[in-house]
Each structure stands twice: as C-alpha cells, then as structure tokens.
C-alpha cells in the first residue's frame, strides 16, 4: 500500500488542498486532511515499516525509506503529505547495527552525562544540534527523548535517561526534546511507561499502583512532555498491572490524553504491538516497524476491524488527525526535508563537535580527590595511561541508540557481535589529548596484565587507569561492579603508586571495591564525539568539573529495593505473567535518594554530588510563598572562595515539617551558576507546586497539605545544609497539571 514521495518543497494551498494554507490552526488542517482521505490512505498513514532489510525474515525494506534507518512511513503526494523518515537518536543520528555502510554522525555524551551537566542550556544545544544533523540527513522524526527513571542502576539502557529525579530527569529531557524540535522536525517521548528494566522487558509485568506512578515515573515524563512539547509519544514493551504498554487504556487514554491533554500521537515501540482492535481502541495511533511484531496489526487487520465495526471510523479518524495534526505543528509539511547528496549531507562535524564537547565536559563529576592530585600539575613528568582502550578513543553505549563515528570505531570486534553490539569506541583519544596538554612523558598500557601495568605505574609520577562499563539495550549489567577484572586492575595499580587517578567511562553507577586506595576518581560518563579532549581538558585543569551525579551510586547492590533483578532472562512466553513480574511498589514514589534517605542507608556516593577544583560558600537563603499561593519562590547567594572560577550547583531540597511525604525530602529545584574566583553570584529557584504534594487518585489532583515546610539549600542529597528556612502554606487542590 505504499505511495509516492514527496522530496521537493511543500506543495501550495490551492482551493482543492485548503489544508496546505499555514494560516490555519494545525486543528483545523488535519481536521480538513482526514476528511479528504481514502479509507487505505487513512490507514497507510497508520502503520510504519522498519527502514533496514531483515534478513531473518526475508524482509526487504521500502526503497523510499532512508537506508538502514530505523523506520519509514509512506507520504500521500496527492495531498501533499510528506513521507515520515524516521531515526534511532538517543545520543545523535544512529545507524541499525546490521548497516555495512553507517552514518558517520556527531555524537553527544550519553543522556545520562548530559543530565550530570544539571545546565538545561547545554541539553537545549545538543538536542538541536543533532536535531540539525538528522534534517541534512534526510530524517524529519527522531525516536529521542528517553525518560525512564532510574529504578534499577544495572538496566542496560540507564545511558540513554536521565537519571532517578523526575524533575531533572523531566527538564533535562524536556529540553533536549526541545532542542530537537527546533530543527522542523518531531522528537518522540519514550518509553511510556516504567520501562526501568531490560530484562524480559517484551512482556514483565510492572505492578505500581496509580499514585506512585504519578509522583515518580509519570511526573518524570509529564514535566518533559510540558517543557518540550513532544510530537509523538512512543509507548514501551513492558506490560502495567496486567496489560501490554502500547494496548495500556490506563496509560494512553486515562493519563496521556485525557488526563494530560496530549494531542500528539502514540506510536508503538518495535515490537511493542500485540493485537489490532485492543491496541486502537486503548490509545495506540501508529504501529512501528514492521515486520518487528508477530503481525501486521495496524494494516489491512486494522483496515478490517474499521470496516466490521470492531474499531469505530471516528477511532480511526482520531489516529490520522493526531499524527497529521503533529506534522503540520512542526513544520513537517512547509519544511521538508531533502535526500542526502553526500555522506558528509554538508554537516559542519568540527562545530558539532565543540557542542558536544561542551556538554561533556560540564557533564564528567569530579567523585573524588584527596591531597589536590587533580589537575595535573607541572611538576608531573611521567604518566602511565592504563586500560580502556584510551590510546585510540572513548566509550559509548550499545543498542538502537548507536551513533557511530566519523572514520568508524577504532577498536573491532568487543563485546557481541550483532546487536546489541559490536561496541563502538569514538576516535577522541584521552591520551593523546593529554599528551597535546603536557610536558610529561606519557605511556600506554592495555592493562590486560595487571602485574606489568602496575610496574609500569610504579615507575610512573602518576597513573590514570581508564575504567569501562559497556552498557546496552536488551541487556542488564549482572551487578554493578567494572567487568572483566578492571577492580583487580585498578587495586594492583592503586597498590604500586598512590598517586592513581580513576577515570570511569559507565553506563550508569557502579561500586568502587578500591575507592579508599586511589588519589582521584573521575565520572566521565559515555563523553561522546570529543570525549577524549574534554577528559583530558578536566584533568589538566583547563575546565573546572562541575558535574553533578543525577543519580545514586550504591555502595553495594544489597542496599537496592531489589538487590536481585526481576525476571530470569530466559522465559520468552509472555502468557506466563507472574513470573516475569516485578513490583514497584515495594519503593513506590520513593527511587534513588528518596530510598536511601528512608531506609537510612549510606551510598557510595550520594545524588547530586560532586567535587570542584575550587571551593563555594552559600549564603543569603530565603523562600516565600508564590505569588500564585501554590508554589515557593526560593533565592540565594553563592560565593567562590577558591582561586579557580568554578561552577556552583545549588540544590534546593523541600520537605514538610509533619512529614508524611514518600520520602523524608524532594528535590525542589537547582541553579547552576558560574562565578569567577573570588565573587559572587545570585540564584533563583522556583519550586513547582506538585513537588509539594501528594498526589490523590481518587479526585486525580495533586493536594498540598496545609503547614510548614523545610527548604534546605545544600551541595547534594547527602550533604549536611549550608541553610534552612520555613515556609508556610495553606492547604491547597491543584489540577492535574499542577495549578
């Protein structure tokens, strides 16, 4: 059922196509579109392929489509309607891992790293940045926008979110979804919802009760929804309290579309289609790349179902209209996008590079660093770079978010072979950017022997031993200690010479076994394109880390609220629910800090943590009532008392003074401010009325109960206050978005 394309401009709006006229609402153009559609247009519009051959399947790919791409839904030339190209894009523009000919793109450092910057800007800046290059790439969708909070740190795909928080989780995101969608183009929010796992992930069963939901995930993904006003919604694999996501009434009718107003489109993860009438009927507009689901549900199925009268033509009509009503919101129609004439798509690599650079270089976390070893000094003469493949590049995570780089990995054949592998390093050497910024003599070991590296560091001035956790979708970490031996690598060497740095590159929090024997330890994340430069750029000193961790890291996993994963990574028969069921509501609201502040448990390393190479006093704490009532204006001072210009990361922390919340404190709010040494600078913070409520299911709003409240200003989660003030509040009912 596939149709023409449309590859030039935007057709005009003429007396026969009035829907083309961009004077009119979006409404009202997709309102006019649908009623002019043939019923086998209406459902061509509904059903997307997989854009890459399927050779196990003996599928061979929509020629329209953009080669080796995540997926491509048809246009209608006839009315003007432009083809959807669509591509994987967590960190920038991905390529399937079964491509012999990837797209070489720009990537940004890791969602993960980019939530760690705590600097809204710079997520801003990376999403329109990739954003940019997927337009001259020939895509108008990108399937970014990852919002799952971080229940379980082994879950593969953590790189990809933003951490445990919902609200930074949400504004970090939500910017990023932003950034995207200033290209013309629509960024998806996903995965809705509780998609927290990757074991079995096609068919657990997350059992969480409604107002858990909604002050955690949900709030999470409704803040991101409202600061970046994504087109299209993509539902996730998992099943909730019984029923599959992408068939989910509870979550696609009841909360996204009636509850929250959204008029975008809910389109299906690959592979998260399990019926034809349940899907439609319960919130699900598009089916994604086909042949990935047992059955062509939304094509001639879907076509059936319309004409019996099992899915009603108004049900139909509605899909059409939110996926054509968001075409015409973001430009799709008078912006089109054009086939790549080259593999370069004229893409300005080295700017696109200083942009992600940028975000990785506020994104590393200094965690620790005893008797001022970083940065390197001048009197360092001799440095031995260890492990991680440091000499040629940097790390990055697995799976459909797989950017790969310009000249390709160079390292081959790590990790499996097909996906979610091969792993794929960026050409950003930290070693050889460290030897661009010395004077020191500097030599590298594979660190394969760990006796040889350490004597090698014995002989050394200073070690710095590259740590790497290669994380990726479909699988989870088995516990959260470095793979492969690195924690006996890192203590041989740590024992050799004291003056040891550790550079971790991880999908997300891991143990430390060797924490108290090494001078420094540095949270690098996935960095991304120029990830080599912006590591060695930290440890010089040429950037002060500002980093800040968004998310816990467990001394061990015995602290977790499920210290073993759900599931058994084996059982493939989706019938069986209970027994690949986990339950959410054992921490409820409650995730990352919140657990370890109610169960009085000790981290690694708390929320929001992180080191500076300067040092900050805070000052001048006030918080009043909004002028609204419902939320708090908080502001204060922070000055640099060191003698480096730093950044400072203000946390504000909220809690009631009669308790009774999820957990004993929320995050309130943050501002992250630059201040050169020796001055100061001013921060604001406004707190959002729903961070201080509890939400009530059975009204569906959000009550703030009446009384004091504690605002606490401190440096992280863990953190003894640098000041407290009260406030007082009048009970108050907000509605569902928190007004």
Same mark, same amino acid.
């Given at each position: ?5 449309? +590859?030039? !401009? &935007? ?5 026969? %196509?009035?829907? =083309?006229? *961009?004077? @009119?609402?979006?409404? /009202? ?65 991905? +390529?399937? !891992? &079964? ?5 070489? %793109?720009?990537? =940004?450092? *890791?969602? @993960?790293?980019?939530? /760690? ?623």
């Amino acid at each position: 059922m596939l149709s023409s394309t449309l +590859t030039g !401009a &935007a057709h005009a709006a003429d007396d026969k %196509r009035p829907w =083309l006229d *961009s004077a @009119l609402t979006p409404d /009202a153009r997709a309102e006019q579109l649908v009623k002019a559609m043939t019923l086998d247009e209406k459902i061509q519009t509904v059903f997307g392929y997989f854009s890459t051959d399927f050779e196990s399947k003996k599928y061979t790919s929509p020629k329209e489509g953009r080669k080796d791409s995540a997926g491509f839904v048809p246009g209608i030339e006839r009315l003007g309607l432009p083809p959807q190209w669509q591509a994987d894009a967590g960190v920038g523009v991905a +390529t399937q !891992a &079964a491509s012999k000919k990837p797209y070489q %793109r720009t990537s =940004l450092p *890791s969602g @993960l790293a980019t939530t /760690a910057t705590w600097n809204p800007e710079l997520a801003f800046a990376g999403g329109a940045m990739i954003g940019g290059e997927a337009r001259k790439t020939g895509f108008n969708i990108m399937l970014a926008g990852g919002v799952n909070l971080m229940r379980e740190p082994r879950n593969g795909r953590n790189f990809e979110y933003g951490g445990e928080d919902p609200l930074l989780a949400g504004v970090m995101v939500g910017e990023q979804i932003r950034g995207i969608q200033s290209n013309h183009m629509v960024s998806t929010l996903k995965h809705f919802a509780f998609n927290d796992q990757e074991t079995n992930r096609n068919h657990v069963n997350v059992k969480i009760d409604d107002k858990a939901g909604r002050m955690s995930d949900l709030l999470a993904l409704q803040i991101a929804m409202e600061r970046g006003d994504p087109g299209s919604v993509m539902c996730a694999y998992n099943r909730v309290n019984g029923a599959y996501a992408c068939e989910n009434d509870y979550l696609l009718n009841q909360v996204l579309k009636q509850d929250w107003g959204f008029k975008g489109y809910v389109m299906s993860d690959w592979g998260a289609t399990h019926s034809t009438v349940p899907a439609a009927i319960n919130g699900l507009d598009q089916q994604s790349g086909h042949p990935f689901d047992k059955s062509a549900y939304f094509n001639e199925a879907l076509k059936e179902a319309v004409v019996n009268g099992h899915v009603p033509q108004a049900r139909l009509d509605d899909m059409v209209k939110r996926i054509t009503r968001t075409m015409f919101a973001h430009g799709l129609v008078e912006h089109p996008v054009a086939t790549p004439t080259s593999d370069d798509a004229g893409i300005d690599f080295g700017a696109n590079g200083k942009i992600s650079q940028a975000d990785a270089e506020e994104a590393i976390v200094l965690l620790k660093n005893s008797n001022d070893l970083l940065p390197l000094g001048a009197n360092v003469r001799t440095i031995a770079i260890i492990g991680g493949h440091s000499n040629v590049g940097v790390m990055s995570g697995g799976g459909s978010a797989q950017v790969y780089p310009i000249g390709l990995s160079p390292v081959a054949n790590e990790g499996p072979a097909f996906f979610p592998g091969p792993m794929v390093y960026h050409r950003s050497s930290p070693m050889q950017e460290l030897t661009a910024r010395t004077k020191a003599k500097v030599v590298y070991h594979d660190g394969k022997d760990a006796a040889s590296a350490a004597k090698l560091a014995a002989s050394s001035d200073v070690a710095i031993v590259f740590g790497n956790q290669w994380m990726a979708e479909s699988i989870d970490a088995p516990d959260l200690n470095l793979p492969n031996k690195q924690d006996a690598l890192i203590a041989a060497v740590a024992k050799a010479n004291a003056k040891t740095i550790v550079v971790l590159q991880t999908g997300g929090p891991v143990v430390m076994p060797w924490l108290n024997n090494v001078g420094a330890v540095v949270e690098a994340w996935y960095p991304g394109t120029n990830g080599g430069a912006a590591i060695a750029r930290v440890l010089t000193g040429e950037v002060n880390p500002s980093g800040r961790l968004p998310a816990t890291f467990p001394a061990s996993v015995a602290q977790l609220p499920r210290p073993v994963i759900d599931g058994d990574a084996v059982t493939k028969d989706e019938n069986i629910i209970e027994k690949v069921a986990t339950d959410y509501n054992i921490e409820g609201a409650a995730v990352g800090y919140k657990w370890f502040d109610l169960k009085g448990h000790k981290p690694l390393f708390p929320f929001g943590y992180g080191l500076s190479y300067t040092s900050f006093a805070y000052a001048d704490l006030s918080a009043n009532k909004s002028a609204d009532g419902a939320g708090i204006d908080v502001s204060f001072s922070v000055k640099n008392t060191g003698k480096r210009d730093g950044k400072a990361v203000g946390q504000v922390y909220v809690s009631p003074a009669a308790g009774g919340w999820e957990a004993p404190k929320r995050l309130g709010g943050w501002d992250k401010v630059a201040v050169k040494a020796g001055a100061s600078g001013n921060a604001k913070v406004k707190i959002d009325p729903r961070l201080l409520a509890m939400y009530d299911s059975a009204s569906k709003t959000w009550k703030i109960a009446g009384g004091e409240y504690i605002v606490t200003l401190a440096e992280s989660a863990g953190a003894k206050p640098a000041a407290t003030v009260k406030v007082k509040l009048d009970a108050r009912t907000l509605n569902i978005s928190g007004r």
